[in-house]
């Protein structure tokens, strides 16, 4: 069994980084334009219903590590079918919801430079997101050191962004608080739910966790009163100090909290910077899915090729099939037309489905009755965020569905084989 590695400092880096990045540097604007002032309401809810359901992953990671994530818990919890077919669903949200930050990245770029619209700006999303797979070819302690000094990066900047932005705060811009009324604050916690996906995401290297049971407990609460103060911090400054124009017509206005006082050249630095912390901050993202890949391959549900490790432990034909599956998700989207709001749509429905399962799971097999509270608290949740999704969850329901079925199928041929190779 190889040596586990990583501490709760390493865990505290992993986490900031895994929610951070994109959610931080362009959610924001875009649950501005949903909800106008509200928008910062609608964090605060947002924060308050993440602790259940981030403080249960933290015990599943604790109680049950496994490269699988979440779906390490659904097995034992609610059976092998439903558990492979959950681990086959999250690793179908993990390609087709990271290329959200290669876009993201190329929205940032395209402040700097003109990048056509089409496929030449699918083709730049995708080299982000080949920048992430190539960094986890990296030692898993070595990464984890870059996490760190990316987490004090992304704190700092964000701390110098609105302390140079305090001059532009304009209060008057609170009124109205809610200019679309509690329909937009739904529209922001719907999207303002991809913020918070990455609780999980930490689940997938507990086997690699010194003593995971308290190292994540210790590193949960340090990560989510940092994420609280600035996601909190950010919203008002976005609301109180960006032109109403800028919300409407820029989704990436981080970058424009910045330059009305101090130059353009102060708004450029601000794009370059989120591109760094976007490309790197899904380094967490693509390490999680490639342990997830390994572990679908253990399961028989890719080819065990997948599995293949290199002498430093890192899955490198995992991140090649995701590499290879990227490209096919970003030129999907090309070709489909779809937006960043309609994958960020997909993905939360997706993601509500798959935490259900879990908690659900959790409710049956945790023993503490503290620990029980939690999850039925986040399971409850989880059906609140499914009601606010949506028309939407009628897609994630269907991709559920033709994931059991293929786990069914899959599982029904091996049967079958195996029966016949008995009777041989």
């Known amino acids: 069994m190889p040596k586990r590695k990583l501490s709760s400092t390493d865990l505290v880096g992993f986490y900031i980084s895994s929610i951070l990045g994109a959610g931080i540097l362009v959610i924001p604007g875009i649950a501005a334009q949903l909800a106008g002032p509200a928008s910062i309401l609608a964090w605060f809810l947002l924060i308050i219903g993440t602790i259940p359901i981030a403080l249960t992953f933290t015990i599943i990671a604790g109680r049950y590590p496994g490269h699988g994530g979440i779906t390490t818990i659904i ?141 994540f407990r210790k590193a949960f609460w340090v990560s989510l009163g940092v994420i609280a103060l600035l996601y909190l911090m950010l919203a008002f400054f976005v609301v109180t100090a960006a032109p109403t124009d800028v919300i409407k017509e820029k989704i990436t206005i981080v970058s424009y909290l910045l330059p009305v006082g101090l130059g353009d050249w102060v708004g450029k630095f601000g794009a370059i910077f989120a591109i760094v912390i976007i490309v790197i901050s899904n380094n967490a993202w693509v390490m999680g899915a490639a342990r997830l890949m390994v572990s679908l391959s253990h399961q028989e549900i890719l080819p065990k090729s997948i599995a293949k490790e290199n002498e430093h432990g890192v899955p490198t034909n995992a991140l090649l099939f995701l590499a290879v599956g990227y490209a096919l998700a970003v030129a999907a989207y090309q070709a489909l037309g779809l937006s960043e709001e309609d994958l960020l749509a997909l993905v939360n429905a997706v993601f509500v489905i798959l935490y259900s399962l879990a908690f659900y799971s959790g409710i049956v097999l945790f023993k503490h009755k503290s620990e029980k509270r939690w999850a039925i608290s986040a399971l409850l949740l989880s059906m609140v965020f499914a009601f606010i999704v949506g028309k939407t969850l009628i897609w994630a329901v269907l991709i559920a569905t033709a994931s059991y079925i293929l786990v069914y199928g899959l599982g029904y041929r091996s049967q079958q084989k195996l029966q016949l190779e008995q009777s041989e």
């Open 75 to 215: 097995y034992p919890g609610l059976g092998v079918t439903i558990g492979k077919s959950a681990a086959l669903m999250l690793g179908l949200t993990m390609i087709i919801g990271n290329p959200f930050s290669g876009l993201a990245a190329t929205s940032y770029l395209s402040e700097l430079i003109a990048i056509p619209e089409g496929w030449p700006f699918a083709t730049v999303a995708y080299g982000f997101l080949l920048l992430s797979v190539a960094y986890n070819f990296m030692p898993l302690k070595s990464s984890a050191l870059g996490q760190r000094i990316l987490t004090a990066s992304i704190i700092l900047i964000l701390l110098i962004v609105c302390l140079l932005g305090l001059p532009n705060v304009e209060t008057s811009r609170l009124q109205p608080f809610m200019p679309h009324g509690w329909d937009g604050v739904a529209g922001a916690l719907v999207v303002g739910f991809f913020s918070f996906l990455g609780w999980e995401n930490v689940v997938a290297i507990s086997k690699d966790v010194k003593d995971p049971v308290n190292s």
